[in-house]
């Protein structure tokens, strides 16, 4: 008896645990937004230093840092997309989908529906 009570909270456990999905989705929103402008705005300022200098090196090491930097704002904007398209290919569980859709779209209808269900199971015991 024990046992099938945990596997129907396991079952549940994505749908229980939407806000803590939500918040990080939130959170990694935020980040896939902020990293890259962030990177790129220290490399503008860099090559605008080197730029001032007048120095030939500075500028040629200013140049790539900014691109480098370009490229991981660029790879950090696309890897919750890509993450997700991986964890879609592994396993399309409908109890995992809320998961996934509460950390890819915290703001979607998906997500709310969810844990408008868990309300309603708890308001009805």
């Known amino acids: 008896m024990l ?3 945990m596997i129907a909270d396991a079952t549940n456990f994505c749908g229980e645990s939407a806000n803590i999905w939500q918040f990080i989705g939130w959170i990694l929103f935020v980040f896939k937004i902020a990293i890259p402008i962030l990177l790129i705005v220290l490399g503008m300022i860099d090559l605008g230093k080197a730029v001032v200098g ?3 090196d500075e500028i040629k090491k200013s140049t790539t840092s900014l691109v480098k930097r370009a490229v991981a704002g660029v790879i950090i904007f696309f890897i ?3 993450i997700s398209v991986i964890f879609g290919l592994v396993d ?4 995992w ?3 996934r859709s509460c950390v890819s779209n915290p703001g979607g209808n998906e997500c709310s529906n969810a844990q408008d269900e868990v309300i309603d199971r708890q308001d009805r015991q």
């Open 3 to 5: 046992e099938l009570v």
């Open 54 to 56: 007048s120095k030939e």
């Open 80 to 82: 919750p997309t890509i």
């Open 92 to 95: 399309n569980n409908e109890n």
């Open 97 to 99: 989908l809320v998961c």
